[in-house]
């Protein structure tokens, strides 16, 4: 699903006073189903669809209305295809960040350990910890085309704590934070298609 119609499922629903777990109660599904529908991960099925578009009292063209070309859509398919591979055991879909975490964080502990054991490196070498969560979330808003799923915060500490211990310029170093709500806006602007 492209983030244009998720986030006017997010919109309809919070527009018709439903929170994700009474929406989810009403159509009955789980919560996640709704969440990730949101999130632009999972698309609603066909019946869910029909069931959406009476419950907010609005048509199925005006609900799953996109500017997209076909050519876009369907390369959309074919990434979230590719990215979001069902688990044959358990069922479940597998994004691509989830496959790829065990070999960031093996890779993280490796580095860390090359560090502190060959340089001496313990302190601040810790700080390469964060970009565990920092890679994971770029690799899902680049996936996903979504920038606001990057943990830009985290992003932001790991220079700061990095420059402020190795180099000791705390101040005015901490005016970075405030870049934190700059990049949402902008995530934002572009997830709602303002530029177009």
Same mark, same amino acid.
């Given at each position: 699903?492209?983030?244009?119609?998720?986030?006017?499922?997010?919109?309809?629903?919070?527009?018709?006073?439903?929170?994700?777990?009474?929406?989810?109660?009403?159509?009955?599904?789980?919560?996640?189903?709704?969440?990730? &529908?949101?999130?632009?991960?999972?698309? #609603?099925?066909?019946?869910? !669809? +029909?069931?959406?578009?009476?419950?907010? =009292?609005? @048509? %199925?063209?005006?609900?799953?209305?996109?500017?997209?070309?076909?050519?876009?859509?369907?390369?959309?398919?074919?990434?979230?295809?590719?990215?979001?591979?069902?688990?044959?055991?358990?069922?479940?879909?597998?994004?691509?960040?989830?496959?790829?975490?065990?070999?960031?964080?093996?890779?993280?502990?490796?580095?860390?350990?090359?560090?502190?054991?060959?340089?001496?490196?313990?302190?601040?070498? &810790?700080?390469?910890?964060?970009?565990? #969560?920092?890679?994971?979330? !770029? +690799?899902?808003?680049?996936?996903?085309? =979504?920038? @606001? %799923?990057?943990?830009?915060?985290?992003?932001?500490?790991?220079?700061?704590?990095?420059?402020?211990?190795?180099?000791?310029?705390?101040?005015?170093?901490?005016?970075?934070?405030?870049?934190?709500?700059?990049?949402?806006?902008?995530?934002?602007?572009?997830?709602?298609?303002?530029?177009?």
């Amino acid at each position: 699903m492209n983030i244009e119609i998720a986030n006017r499922l997010q919109e309809l629903r919070k527009k018709n006073g439903y929170s994700q777990e009474e929406l989810a109660n009403k159509l009955g599904i789980s919560r996640q189903a709704v969440s990730k &529908w949101e999130r632009a991960e999972s698309s #609603p099925d066909t019946d869910n !669809l +029909i069931c959406l578009a009476k419950l907010y =009292n609005v @048509s %199925l063209d005006s609900l799953l209305f996109t500017e997209e070309s076909i050519e876009d859509i369907k390369e959309n398919q074919i990434n979230e295809d590719n990215i979001d591979q069902m688990d044959k055991k358990t069922g479940f879909s597998v994004k691509l960040s989830d496959r790829l975490a065990g070999p960031i964080v093996l890779s993280i502990v490796t580095i860390y350990l090359f560090l502190g054991i060959v340089f001496d490196y313990w302190h601040p070498g &810790w700080i390469i910890f964060l970009l565990i #969560p920092i890679l994971i979330t !770029l +690799i899902d808003a680049i996936t996903k085309k =979504n920038g @606001s %799923l990057f943990a830009y915060p985290i992003f932001v500490l790991a220079l700061y704590l990095f420059f402020s211990i190795e180099y000791g310029i705390w101040h005015p170093l901490w005016l970075i934070f405030i870049t934190i709500p700059i990049y949402y806006c902008i995530c934002d602007a572009f997830n709602k298609n303002y530029w177009q």
